[in-house]
């Protein structure tokens, strides 16, 4: 059974929502979980709910303004969490495991890939994750120049799981990206869609081999449950 992962953005020490990443708009979460935008609260609502696991984007380390990692440290204490701080080499990848289950190795943020093959040849998958940051059917990144069929093949070479984040589909219930899910089928066992997904789409994934998949808005809005 596809599990669903519920998805938390932090911001100054608080969840928070918004859409298709535009951060500076983004606003205090209000979900069905917990009446305050407090991450532990949310984290022990959604475990009595059967959650297994969380998925929390850390805004300030992301961009470099901050970080919440005590905050997640926390939430860690109450489900594992599948982290995303903005990782940009392996020294940053390691400094982050001690805070949380797993740590994202994101497009988005990272150095090179050199770095991400240095990762990915030096920590167990089972605590590594490696996000593919897309808009517009582009990769999203800081400093990477490769195409999208080129680092799929490249991440072949290694059995770790792999996000598929449609950055521009975030916080819109507008449906995974077919397209990019479509380009990295070969190595669909490990793929976990994210952005947009709708709780009528979950049965569609299951059918291609999905394992799980990264659920915010439509979960807090309660038409999906956790687990």
């Known amino acids: 059974m596809l599990e669903i992962i519920p998805v938390i953005d932090l911001m100054d020490g608080i969840a928070v929502s918004g859409k298709s990443g535009e951060r500076e708009k983004y606003r205090p979460l209000q979900s069905v979980y917990s009446p305050s935008p407090d991450p532990v609260n949310i984290a022990l609502s959604l475990r009595a709910a059967g959650a297994r696991s969380i998925y929390i984007a850390d805004l300030d380390a992301i ?34 495991l001690e805070f949380a289950s797993r740590v994202v190795v994101a497009t988005e943020t990272l150095e090179s ?3 991400l093959e240095e990762i990915l040849r030096n920590y167990p998958p089972e605590r590594t994750v490696v996000s593919v940051d897309v808009k517009d059917m582009r ?17 072949r070479g290694y059995e770790v799981d792999i996000i598929l984040l449609d950055i521009g589909s975030v916080g819109t219930s507008s449906g995974f990206n077919r397209e990019l899910l479509e380009l990295f089928r070969p190595l669909i066992e490990r793929i976990i869609p994210g952005g947009g997904v709708l709780p009528e789409e979950i049965p569609e994934l ?17 038409m999906v449950r956790p687990g």
Do not use: Q
């Open 63 to 96: 961009e470099g303004t901050g970080s919440n990692l005590e905050a997640v440290r926390r939430v860690n204490h109450v489900l594992p969490v599948i982290l995303d701080a903005g990782v940009r080499d392996l020294e940053t990848f390691h400094f982050m």
């Open 113 to 115: 890939t050199e770095e």
């Open 139 to 155: 990769l999203h990144s800081r400093n990477l120049e490769i195409g999208l069929e080129e680092l799929r093949d490249l991440l």
């Open 206 to 222: 299951e059918a291609m081999g999905v394992r799980a998949a990264l659920v915010g808005r439509a979960l807090h809005e309660g």
